[in-house]
Structure formats: C-alpha cells, structure tokens
C-alpha cells in the first residue's frame, strides 16, 4: 500500500493541475450551450501541450478521453481579447511569486521574443514590424519582464507587441509596474531591442540604474567601436539623451592583436558598475544559469494558428507553468521523455513530464503548498492575490492609450483589407 503523500510535497501532476485551475478560474470561455468539453479539459490540453513542447493535435491524438483536436482549435479560437489575457496573466504570474521574493533588492530584466512570420501579413492582425531576422521582418512579439533570483527567472508580466506598439509603449507599462510593486529593484537589464532614447529617458525619470547594449547608430559610436581600447565615454543619442557607455573589448578565436579585438558597447548608469569589464559582467548575470528567452521558445506549444489571443494565451500558459516549477520545487527543466505519463485519476497525459532533481522535495513556501494542494484537490473558489501591484494613474491612462492605439491599428487594418 502506497503512503499518502505529504500535503509539503507535489509532483508534475500538481504543477499542471495547479496551472489549469488557476486558469480555468480567472480566463473564462464562453462555450454556448448543449457543449460537452469543459473549459477545464480545453487548459489542460494546452497546459499538456506545453509541458511536452508539442502541439494540439498531438496531446489530443495520444491521450485517453481527450476531444478531437478540431474541436479544441474550435472552441478556443476567437475566444480571447489580448488585453484581458495580458491582465490575466500578468495576475496569475505575480501572485505567488512575488510572496517567495527576497526581501532585499532584485535584478529585473526586460526581453523581447520575436516569433517569425512567414504568412500573408493581411491573414492576421496582431503582427509586430521589427528588424529582418530569419529571413523576415514580420513576427508575433511577445515582451516579458522578470525577476532574477539565485540565477532563475521569474516572470512577472507579459505583453503582446502589435502594429503600432513601440518598445517604449511597453517600457513605460512595465516601470509603472515596478513603480507600484513592493518590491526593491537593484536594476534593470534590458534586450537591446529597448535601446532607443524615448526608453532611455523613461529609465532616467523612473531613477532606475540599468544596463543595455547599444546598436551602432550613426558614425560616431560606429568608429567609437571600431577602435581604441576598454573605455567609458559619454554619448549623445538622437540629440535627446546623454548617457554613459562602457566599451569593452576582448580578445577572441586565440588572436591577441588588433584583429583578434572584439569590442562591447554597453549603455550603463548604476552605482556598481565602474568599469567596462563591470558592465560586461553584469549584463552576462541577465542570462545566468538560465534564459530566459530560451526557456520560453522551448516550454510554449506548438501551433500555426493565427488567433493572437490563443497563441497569447498559448505563451502565458508556458510562463505560468515554468514559475510554478521554479517557486514550487526550484527544479530544473528538462525535454519530456517519449511516451506519456500517467495522471492521477485515470486519465493520461502524452509527452507530460516534469523531473527535476529531488522529485517531491519539500517546497520553500508552506502557503504556496496549501494553495497547490487546494487547487488540485478540485475544491472551488477564487484564490486571492497576496501581494498586488498598485497601478498608478499614469500606467492606467498609459495602458488605455496603448489599448486605443491597438484598436485604431486593427480597425486601421481590417478597412484596408477589405477595400483590397
């Protein structure tokens, strides 16, 4: 006779079981009348396309009792508004991990994900322009802002980039954000895709310290990186912003003269970072142990759709799944195995695993536990945040302004699809 297991222990299934609920709770789906499938079996589906890395149709074709992929796609296409998925999620990912936080000053980062899009940019409306990577300059884009604590990721909020979306449009979201968390803030690093001067000064009037590489726009930063040695120097970007940058150089492919010289730039202002080889090394921690970028290409489903809330909803869903992982048991993760893996009352899931190193170790938040072992017990009920960002009237008004500027845009684009 097996032992019951430890209400300070989970294992996978708690985790996914933990995640659908959390979202079968919070993001409703209307399903009309006379439906079989519940909203509960449509999360987990994507919540086991994820945790597998695979499709839709492949969690469907492989597991028992499971709908027809069809009527999944159906079901959840034309479902979701990206607003309310971004506030959703944005929820769900900070409510338990803010609460396993240390109490003294974080690092937090900004990535963007650029998706490439290799369709007919008139089948779909929430495509982001971006600079040509991979043989496109078309993408679903995704910004994500997270923590980084003892090398692991934790993200706290997400965002879709549309056409008319700026980085800075986002920068501005994300450092109200920061602004109403309790929560201190070492610095903030950021993808270079946020090296522009409207972000910078955002930065500045925030009184953040951060650290970025810059591009090498116009002349002068060119020959600044072209030549010279490790320096700091001041520059002038655009004629708007005036800011430090560490230029580092280093020696590569074993060749210790002028042509062996890589050279770095690095737009930093913080207290701790002094030299060019501190902004290097600083900036390297953003990556740590883990990516946060790579992470994220490697946990979310596989899907051709074009419904920007389903794939929105598809990334939240591999996010959530990847904090409760790393707040719950502080595991590594790993590719699934071939083959499914059993769940709990008799049904199976296919490609669903997740192992880490101590499998059921005891977790580091005895209220995270409860929580998890409330929800997956199938009892009932909303679980309240328990530590909530209080969002200023600046990032409401900037919110809205950027929710119009997406409507306008979408609007903007279905006229013109159809007068062609």
Same mark, same amino acid.
């Given at each position: 006779m097996e032992k019951p297991q430890a209400d300070s222990k989970i294992e996978e299934e708690h985790l996914l079981n933990f995640v659908v609920n959390s979202l079968d709770e919070e993001l409703a789906i209307d399903l009309g009348e006379d439906v079989k499938v519940t909203t509960e079996t449509l999360y987990e589906v994507l919540a086991g396309a994820?945790?597998?890395?695979?499709?839709?149709?492949?969690?469907?074709?492989?597991?028992d009792d499971s709908p027809h992929a069809n009527?999944?796609?159906?079901?959840?296409?034309?479902?979701?508004?990206?607003?309310?998925?971004?506030?959703?999620?944005?929820?769900?990912?900070?409510?338990?991990?803010?609460?396993?936080?240390?109490?003294?000053?974080?690092?937090?980062?900004?990535?963007?994900?650029?998706?490439?899009?290799?369709?007919?940019?008139?089948?779909?409306?929430?495509?982001?322009?971006?600079?040509?990577?991979?043989?496109?300059?078309?993408?679903?884009?995704?910004?994500t802002l997270y923590v980084r604590v003892r090398n692991k990721r934790y993200t706290l909020a997400v965002r879709q980039l549309v056409a008319g979306d700026t980085t800075s449009d986002v920068l501005a979201e994300f450092l109200e954000l920061l602004d109403g968390l309790d929560l201190g803030v070492k610095a903030v690093y950021l993808d270079r895709g946020f090296y522009n001067s409207t972000c910078l000064k955002l930065l500045y009037a925030h009184n953040y310290a951060y650290a970025m590489p810059i591009i090498k726009w116009g002349e002068t930063i060119q020959q600044e990186l072209n030549t010279g040695w490790s320096r700091e120097i001041e520059h002038d970007l655009a004629g708007e912003v005036t800011f430090p940058v560490f230029i580092d150089c280093v020696y590569q492919q074993g060749r210790y003269d002028e042509h062996g010289v890589a050279r770095h730039g690095y737009a930093a202002d913080a207290p701790f970072i002094d030299t060019p080889q501190d902004?290097?090394?600083?900036?390297?921690?953003?990556?740590?142990?883990e990516s946060s970028y790579r992470l994220a290409k490697q946990s979310p489903a596989f899907t051709s759709s074009?419904?920007?809330?389903?794939? #929105?909803?598809?990334? %939240? /869903? !591999?996010?959530?799944?990847?904090? +409760?992982?790393?707040?719950?048991?502080?595991?590594t993760w790993r590719r699934p195995a071939a083959g499914g893996a059993a769940s709990g009352d008799g049904r199976s899931?296919?490609?669903?695993?997740?192992?880490?190193?101590?499998?059921?170790?005891?977790?580091?938040?005895?209220?995270?536990?409860?929580?998890?072992?409330?929800?997956?017990?199938?009892?009932?009920?909303?679980?309240?945040? #328990?530590?909530?960002? %209080? /969002? !200023?009237?600046?990032?409401?008004? +900037?919110?809205?302004?950027?929710?119009?500027?997406?409507?306008?845009?979408?609007?903007?684009?279905?006229?013109c699809h159809l007068e062609s």
């Open positions: 994820s945790a597998g890395g695979t499709s839709i149709n492949h969690v469907c074709e492989t597991t009527t999944v796609r159906g079901h959840l296409t034309d479902q979701f508004e990206l607003d309310s998925v971004e506030e959703v999620g944005d929820m769900l990912l900070q409510r338990d991990t803010l609460e396993t936080l240390p109490d003294r000053p974080v690092e937090v980062c900004a990535d963007l994900h650029l998706d490439p899009y290799y369709g007919d940019e008139d089948e779909t409306e929430a495509l982001y322009s971006s600079q040509a990577k991979r043989g496109t300059t078309t993408f679903h884009a995704y910004a902004a290097r090394e600083h900036y390297s921690k953003r990556f740590g142990i074009q419904d920007a809330g389903l794939r #929105l909803v598809m990334f %939240v /869903v !591999s996010l959530l799944l990847q904090n +409760s992982w790393r707040y719950s048991i502080g595991g899931r296919s490609s669903v695993r997740w192992c880490c190193e101590q499998l059921g170790q005891p977790l580091a938040s005895g209220g995270l536990s409860q929580r998890i072992n409330h929800l997956t017990t199938g009892s009932s009920g909303s679980c309240p945040p #328990l530590r909530t960002a %209080v /969002v !200023s009237d600046n990032a409401a008004a +900037s919110a809205a302004n950027r929710r119009r500027r997406r409507l306008r845009a979408i609007e903007t684009h279905r006229l």
